[in-house]
Every structure is written in structure tokens, then in C-alpha cells.
T-cell receptor, first 115, second 120 residues
Framework: AQSVTQLDSHVSVSEGTPVLLRCNYS??????LFWYVQHPNKGLQLLLK??????LVKGINGFEAEFKKSETSFHLTKPSAHMSDAAEYFC?????????????FGQGTRLTINP | GAVVSQHPSRVICKSGTSVKIECRSL??????MFWYRQFPKQSLMLMAT?????????EQGVEKDKFLINHASLTLSTLTVTSAHPEDSSFYIC????????????????FGPGTRLTVL
């Protein structure tokens, strides 16, 4: 079965500095991978997705992620953090053995931005 | 747009009572809706998948008689927690897709803001 592990439960960076949120996946199939963001009192929003096309995926709000099969990783990065980036981030894999729609979530990484 | 709402956002109830949570797609028709549960500092766990007009498909370990799901229209799905107990306290999140379930490619799910249930 597919699974994802987010290596940091909490990441704190200063505004204007790079952001790195780490995610490793386990999959018996060619995975589809996603990053979602959850702001307080708002629904989860899709940041970006990897579905076996280009390994470097660009998303919204300046975020991008690189699929590295050799490392089974899908880390999320952003060159320069903004205060509005403070939120909970989830790395997600699609369980293709159960149909492409079943999502398996990581435990989340809380991103704090310091002024 | 693709906006999903949930009502109520918070609910507190006494042990033994039933609670209904609504999930609505506001600007699109949702053939498929999903219900998730999120415990504090934990990830979201899929509880069930519902298709309009048919019975929900529950994930292993989820009691279908306790968590009643109704997807009576293309814009509304409800989750009823029957005879709620303190261990049912959690954050319940729904999502919806614009079209029918497909094996591939991924059909984006649009998430509601969640409902926090506290059972005393």
C-alpha cells in the first residue's frame, strides 16, 4: 500500500528565506503525489501535483516540488517565504491500487513564518 | 470556482445523541463526495466515498451504522454520527469532485473547511 512520511512536524523560517518541507513516499506503483495546504478555517487547497509527467512540478504561490524516484522523495520548496505561507502542509499520495481517487495523507507539517 | 462548504463549523453535543454534518458544493455539481476524519496533530483518514444516488462505500474499520452518509443530490452530502461518544470527537472534512470517479488521471478533490465535533 502507498504511504507518505513527512519528516518534520514543524518548520519555522524567517520571512524572505527559503522554505523546504520534506516528504518521502512508499509505493508499489508509479505514484501520483500532491501537496495540499490547509489554512485555519479554510478548506484544503491543492498546491501542486505530480502525475508521471515532468519531475519538477510548479504550483501556485511560488511553490514547487521535485519527484526523485531514486530517493523516493517529493520535497516542497519555495525560494522566499511570505507571512501568508504560514499554514499546515500535507504531502499526499494517490492510492492507485484502489483507484486514482483515494488519497493517503501524511501527518502534516506546520510552517511558521517569523517576521 | 469550486467551493465546498460545511455546516456547522463547530458542534458540541452530549454523549448518546446524534449529530448531522452537511457538505455542499456551492458552484458545481459533485457526483462524488468524500468524508475524512482528522484527529489532533494527525493526518486525514478517509472514512467513506459517496456517489449521488447510491450507497456510500466505507473504508475498512469505519462503522457504517454509526456514520450514516446520505448523498441525495448533486450538491449535498450529509454525515450523521449516531449515538455519539467522546471518542467520536474529531475534525470531520468533506471533499467533492466535479465529475465521476475515474481511475486515471486524478480528478481533483475540492475540500470543505471542516467541522469540529466535540462530544461531552
Amino acid at each position: 500500500a502507498q504511504s507518505v512520511t513527512q519528516l518534520d512536524s514543524h518548520v519555522s523560517v524567517s520571512e524572505g528565506t527559503p522554505v523546504l518541507l520534506r516528504c518521502n513516499y512508499s509505493s508499489s506503483y508509479s505514484p501520483s503525489l500532491f501537496w495540499y495546504v490547509q489554512h485555519p478555517n479554510k478548506g484544503l487547497q491543492l498546491l501542486l501535483k505530480y502525475t508521471s509527467a515532468a519531475t519538477l512540478v510548479k504550483g501556485i504561490n511560488g511553490f514547487e516540488a521535485e519527484f526523485k524516484k531514486s530517493e523516493t522523495s517529493f520535497h516542497l520548496t519555495k525560494p522566499s517565504a511570505h507571512m501568508s505561507d504560514a499554514a499546515e502542509y500535507f504531502c499526499v499520495v494517490s492510492d492507485s491500487s484502489r483507484g486514482a481517487q483515494k488519497l493517503v495523507f501524511g501527518q502534516g507539517t506546520r510552517l511558521t513564518i517569523n517576521p | 470556482g469550486a467551493v465546498v462548504s460545511q455546516h456547522p463549523s463547530r458542534v458540541i453535543c452530549k454523549s448518546g445523541t446524534s449529530v448531522k454534518i452537511e457538505c455542499r458544493s456551492l458552484d458545481f455539481q459533485a457526483t462524488t463526495m468524500f468524508w475524512y476524519r482528522q484527529f489532533p496533530k494527525q493526518s486525514l483518514m478517509l472514512m467513506a466515498t459517496s456517489n449521488e444516488g447510491s450507497k456510500a462505500t466505507y473504508e475498512q474499520g469505519v462503522e457504517k451504522d454509526k456514520f450514516l452518509i446520505n448523498h441525495a443530490s448533486l450538491t449535498l452530502s450529509t454525515l450523521t454520527v449516531t449515538s455519539a461518544h467522546p471518542e467520536d470527537s474529531s475534525f470531520y472534512i468533506c471533499s467533492a469532485t466535479k465529475g465521476a470517479i475515474k481511475q486515471s488521471p486524478y480528478n481533483e478533490q475540492f475540500f470543505g473547511p471542516g467541522t469540529r465535533l466535540t462530544v461531552l
